[in-house]
């Protein structure tokens, strides 16, 4: 199995560790081949962009963004494709090692999955929607540890067994209510982080990639969260806090227009004049004389 994409390695290598992890991101530089070996249970979760799998003579199955794919790696050839601006994380491992794993869990395993990890089906892509537990804990987990040195072998493995436990055990009643309700209210924390984060630094450049980190999730689900929270893009209310913040330095007197231009961010004031009469509907001149 081959993927050709813009990526990197997260943990492990493909062709020697029992697990590893891989990952791609939208502008990522270069291009770099993964070859796996046969005998290999990967999990494919893809943030943006889209994945297609199969083999060289046609498509076993194409996986789109927020959603999530469970397969073995076959003996013969097989391509996975990434479309351009995809993001995506790739978690492999032996099968022979999940098989002894979740030997003792076999019962309670979904009878797809018993059949992928036990039976050793090529055929079988179990493919779900990515969830946003998935989004918020798990993929952040791989590509932002909180450990290094040492520690970083034993908390991969931790997050390998979370990710095992979320997607290939049928949910419990009641459960995705749980998560809904919790979701939302850990949706809503991670906004207002990302919020006094953006208003703390206000003149600086934005950079979603170093944000999402700080909050502590994917940049897609950040970007997604945000919108549907806040009715506007992390890109529009960057905009609209520096406007408003520059609106009030020049009415309290703090700074004359080009100044506050250059002190929420702006190194153009032509830029700035445009965004202020966006924002306010007045260029900043006639606020200031207001």
Same mark, same amino acid.
């Given at each position: 199995?081959?993927?050709?994409?813009?990526?990197?390695?997260?943990?492990?290598?493909?062709?020697?560790?029992?697990?590893?992890?891989?990952?791609?991101?939208?502008?990522?530089e270069?291009?770099?081949?993964? /070859?796996?070996?046969?005998?290999?249970?990967?999990?494919?979760?893809?943030?943006?962009?889209?994945?297609?799998?199969?083999?060289?003579?046609?498509?076993?199955?194409?996986?789109?963004?927020g959603?999530m794919?469970?397969?073995n790696?076959?003996?013969?050839?097989?391509?996975?494709?990434?479309e351009? !601006?995809?993001?995506?994380?790739?978690?492999?491992?032996?099968?022979?090692?999940?098989a002894?794993?979740?030997?003792?869990f076999?019962?309670?395993?979904?009878?797809?999955?018993?059949?992928?990890?036990?039976?050793?089906s090529?055929?079988?892509?179990?493919?779900?929607? &990515?969830?946003?537990?998935?989004?918020?804990?798990?993929?952040?987990?791989?590509?932002? +540890?909180?450990?290094s040195?040492?520690?970083?072998?034993?908390?991969?493995?931790?997050?390998?067994?979370?990710?095992?436990?979320?997607?290939?055990? +049928?949910?419990?009643?009641?459960?995705?209510?749980?998560?809904?309700?919790?979701?939302?209210?850990?949706?809503?924390?991670?906004?207002?982080?990302?919020?006094?984060?953006?208003?703390?630094?206000?003149?600086? +450049?934005?950079?979603?990639?170093?944000?999402?980190?700080?909050?502590?999730?994917?940049?897609?689900?950040?970007?997604?969260?945000?919108s549907?929270?806040?009715?506007?893009?992390?890109?529009?209310?960057? /905009?609209?806090?520096?406007?408003?913040?520059?609106?009030?330095?020049?009415?309290?007197?703090?700074?004359?227009?080009?100044?506050?231009?250059?002190?929420v961010?702006?190194q153009?004031?032509? !830029?700035?004049?445009?965004?202020?009469?966006?924002?306010?509907?007045? &260029? +900043?001149?006639?606020?200031e004389a207001?």
């Amino acid at each position: 199995m081959i993927m050709k994409s813009s990526g990197k390695p997260v943990f492990g290598d493909a062709k020697e560790s029992q697990i590893w992890a891989w990952g791609a991101v939208p502008g990522g530089e270069g291009s770099e081949s993964l /070859r796996l070996l046969p005998g290999q249970t990967v999990f494919v979760m893809v943030q943006s962009g889209a994945v297609i799998i199969g083999p060289e003579t046609g498509a076993l199955a194409r996986i789109e963004a927020g959603q999530m794919a469970i397969l073995n790696s076959p003996g013969d050839t097989t391509t996975m494709l990434t479309e351009n !601006h995809t993001e995506l994380l790739i978690v492999g491992m032996r099968r022979e090692l999940l098989a002894g794993m979740m030997k003792p869990f076999r019962p309670g395993l979904d009878k797809r999955m018993r059949d992928i990890v036990f039976e050793g089906s090529d055929s079988e892509v179990i493919e779900k929607p &990515l969830g946003r537990v998935v989004m918020e804990r798990v993929i952040p987990a791989f590509t932002s +540890p909180i450990v290094s040195g040492a520690a970083r072998s034993f908390w991969y493995e931790s997050q390998v067994k979370e990710l095992i436990a979320i997607t290939c055990f +049928p949910a419990a009643e009641g459960e995705d209510e749980f998560f809904c309700s919790r979701q939302k209210r850990l949706s809503i924390a991670r906004v207002a982080k990302a919020k006094a984060i953006l208003k703390q630094h206000v003149d600086e +450049p934005f950079d979603l990639q170093r944000l999402a980190a700080e909050v502590g999730c994917s940049p897609f689900y950040l970007s997604r969260t945000f919108s549907s929270t806040m009715g506007m893009t992390i890109s529009q209310y960057v /905009r609209k806090l520096r406007i408003e913040t520059a609106a009030e330095l020049i009415v309290s007197g703090q700074c004359n227009v080009s100044e506050a231009a250059v002190e929420v961010g702006y190194q153009s004031l032509s !830029h700035f004049s445009k965004a202020f009469q966006q924002v306010k509907g007045c &260029l +900043p001149s006639k606020y200031e004389a207001a």
